[in-house]
């Protein structure tokens, strides 16, 4: 089944950003009461239901067995979900704002580290062989601020390399369609369609070498007030999180028994489902999905993402607090213990 297009993923505007301060500013108890006596947690996920979305996807069912109310929406591009949480239009969202928060002043925290960083360059062969080779081309990342964007950013500096242009293309699935169409030369894709691409034409890509990279890739995040006035329900999301988080890396091939049973993504072919334990192996392998939460992995995202150049200032000049609030976590982990 072709990937569903996309819509081009933007910066956030000066008005939106105003937008979201102001609103997200003024959303005060009032607004926090009125959810806890009925509303349900509204999540605002930043990319279309498919294999790469599986693992939250079960968990919200799980969460839902659990008991929470829990309304999904499915966006293009964590800028979308930004300007959803700014309509009042979702509670929590999924992404990495980091560039967001600190140049917009945003009141928004990430609470929950949702994976890490689990991207692979890979190039068209006719053309490159080695990082050298990519030194003055057009690149290709998801979006601006973005986790892809960043490694990208952070590869150039080592191998002492840069990029013409940064273009921005949302979606592993768009640019490795791309890349088997001739469209685009190289780019980085998530281990789901690296594996495709290598799979369809393994004399034509090849993955380069990457080194040592640690860094978020996905978080959950909400307004400073909603996770001050939300932590009960807040706790029970983590704790349901790091429940499936858990059984996913005990056993990989259970993610998709978890998807028959809740009859999730009914309209997968069978070659997709014969694929989907092979990719969560990789992920596992990978320590994408973080036993605590991603609670101690703050310092290396910022070391990341301050030589990506995504964070200004110095990595030792930031603090925690700036951009996470990791009070629900901590206290799920501690009652753990």
């Known amino acids: 089944m072709s990937p569903r297009p996309r819509v081009p993923s933007r910066p956030i505007s000066v008005f939106v950003r105003a937008m979201l301060t102001l609103i997200l500013l003024a959303a005060g108890p009032a607004s926090g009461l009125a959810a806890e006596t009925g509303r ?5 996920l930043n990319d279309l ?16 067995e659990r008991g929470l109310d829990i309304e999904v929406s499915y966006l293009n591009s964590e800028n979308i979900v930004l300007q959803a949480l700014a309509a ?16 917009g002043n945003l009141p928004v925290r990430m609470f929950f580290q949702l994976s890490r960083l689990a991207f692979f360059p890979v190039v068209n062969t006719e053309f490159y062989q080695d990082w050298a080779d990519l030194d003055g081309i057009e690149m290709y990342a998801h979006g601006p ?13 080592r191998h002492g390399i840069r990029y013409s242009k940064m273009n921005y293309l949302p979606g592993s699935g768009t640019r490795a369609h791309a890349m088997l169409s001739g469209r685009i030369k190289a780019t980085v894709l998530d281990a ?6 290598l799979a369809q034409a ?9 080194g040592d990279v640690r860094a978020t890739d996905e978080a959950l995040f909400a307004s400073e007030t909603y996770i001050a006035t939300h932590h009960a329900k807040l706790e029970a999301l983590i704790a349901t999180l790091l429940d499936v988080w858990a059984r996913i890396n005990a056993d990989p091939a259970w993610l998709a028994a978890e998807r028959e049973r809740l009859g999730l993504l009914a309209d997968m072919d069978a070659g997709e489902i014969d694929r989907i334990t092979p990719y969560i192996e990789e992920l596992v392998t990978s320590e994408v999905f973080a036993a605590d939460g991603g609670v101690n992995d703050v310092p290396a995202d910022f070391a990341f993402y301050t030589a990506s150049g995504t964070l200004k200032d110095d990595a030792a000049s930031l603090k925690e607090e700036m951009f996470w609030d990791l009070g629900p976590l901590r206290q799920v982990l501690k009652a753990r213990h």
């Open 202 to 210: 393994p004399e034509r890509f090849k993955v380069l070498p990457m």
């Open 49 to 64: 239901p498919g294999k790469g979305m599986l693992p939250i996807m079960v968990a919200i069912e799980h969460m839902r």
């Open 145 to 157: 601020g973005s986790g892809t964007e960043a490694l990208l950013n952070v590869l150039a500096e």
């Open 192 to 197: 789901e369609r690296k594996r495709m691409v």
């Open 40 to 44: 349900p947690i509204r999540i605002a």
């Open 88 to 103: 009042d239009l979702a509670d929590i969202g999924m992404g990495t704002p980091y560039k967001p928060i600190q140049d």
